[in-house]
């Protein structure tokens, strides 16, 4: 599976992409650094690529020497 083929993903892909574990990712949501919507009954997480992107994108500027 290509995960950058779908644009909203559960947090197990979002975790993959990230090199994080699951709960670190379910974290990050809890503390708003990473938006997320709930799904179904159970109220599943979702993620979309585009937010992951951001985080990612916005921890690399912060790595750059000034």
Known sequence: MVLMEKTVLTVSEAASML??????????ADMGLLS?????????RR???E??????DSWNRSKMPE
């Open 47 to 49: 993620f979309r690529v």
């Open 36 to 44: 997320s919507f709930r799904i179904g009954l159970r109220g599943d």
């Open 51 to 56: 937010d992951i992107a951001f985080l990612v």
């Open 19 to 28: 090199n994080a574990h699951p709960n670190s990712v379910r974290r990050w």
